[in-house]
């Protein structure tokens, strides 16, 4: 017997999370389009006469797509298992693609080229809730698709990787878009307001600058369509995964699917594991409990609620409003070590587990926000605020950023995972936009002092729920969750 038959395909299990990650890659590449986009779309719209372009419509279409991450997370669970991961999977592919073309060409050949006006404003942020369902169904179905079909001694290390995609998903746009902008000039805004940087009013828009404004927009959200469209393609060339072709009774092709991955021997063992756990293919999701769901739902509450989103979607105007000179060198360095830190969950999380990570991240983020509460704002200590800020998304993208993703996808048993992933993310996406559209007006309000000072007490607090309620996964396979909350039940 080979040894591919008795110990499986790593080349095989690799490929298909190869494919699946592109998910992740998309996720991180939807949700950062609209930073190089932004002043272009701005300027644009600024230019219609039949309605004022204000702050107000321009946070909500640089924010539209949260929408869509809301709707696609909620419906997530009902298509993974109605349809299956894998037919999921291809239609968030598909909401990718159409929406990267609708955001490029708003117009579609019926409304009048280069026209800004409040129908086109409206077209285009329907393209973006579409691109938007894309994310939110990938963010939720991409890390449960792996952690279904991988071992459970690597899973934690392919989850992860999920989030490395993610990260280097918005590295790649951050240079995509530096290249489609070239030798051209962005539009230059007037920066007022205290704190943050508030764009408020178009100062120049002239010679090259005018270029962005017709062009430069299109041709950043068009070039989604090139990974989009990848994904979609090759996801159809993956298996579904074999705990839901055995929840449908497909049990031949899910041992033949768990064979090549583990060996013949192992995925008669494991079959057996997931029939013995799918009496029936879902279950009422409170069957094993509130603790269960309360600690899927706050797992995601926490990665928003301590703050990340103030970093990652406003990091050039944090750097800025500190006094650097070149914001968005920083920012891009910032990307850099992110994905370095990303690579540390990864290649730890099977060694230290899951809880440690958490605990240390958490920790790690709470003296970064204390620090930049204690040093914003003083020329003095500039420097030090800014490794402040390094040390606070440093500490994320080890522990939270990727570690998050790895329980919600493994801490669920079986028979209410579709529905209780999707309940989690659903509310992960909620406080995203509570975060993101919060973060602007509290920074101005009570000052960067107040904000990140609540950033903080807010990591303690989430390393106190880690240690107390949340369940180490390290080394136990998706079958023994539902005995762990069958047995919490019990006490």
Known sequence: MSNQQTQGSKAYLYGICAVAVIGGLLFGYDTAVISGAEKGLQAFFMGASDFTYTDFWHGFTSSSALIGCIIGSAISGLLASNWGRKKSLIFAGVMFFISAWGSMCPETMILPKGQPDLTLLIVFNIYRVIGGIGVGLASAICPMYIGEIAPSNIRGMLVSCN?????????????????????????????????????TNLVALQGDSMWGVNNGWRYMFGSEMIPAGLFALLICFVPETPRYLASIGQDSQAEGILSRINGADKAKEILKEIKETMTTKTEPLLTYGVLCIFVGIMLSVFQQAVGINAVLYFAPRIYEAMGFQDPMKLTVF??????????????????????????????????????????????????????????YSASFMFSWGPICWVLIAEVFPNTIRGGAVAIAVAFQWIFNWIVSTSFVPLANSLGFWVVYSMYGIICIIAAVFVWKLVPETKGKTLEDMTKLWKDKLKK
Not at 168 to 179: K, P, R, S
């Open 163 to 199: 989030q490395f995609a993610i990260i280097f998903g918005q590295l790649v746009v951050y240079f995509v878009n530096f290249f489609i902008l070239g030798d051209h000039i962005a539009p230059v805004m007037e920066s007022i307001g205290e704190g943050m940087n508030k764009i």
């Open 334 to 391: 910032n990307g850099i070590v992110n994905l370095g830190f990303t690579c540390v969950a990864i290649f730890t999380v099977e060694k230290l587990g899951r809880k440690p990570l958490l605990i240390v991240g958490s920790l790690g983020m709470a003296i970064g926000a204390l620090g930049v509460a204690g040093t914003f704002g003083n020329d003095s200590l500039q420097l030090l605020c800014m490794i402040s800020i390094m040390i």
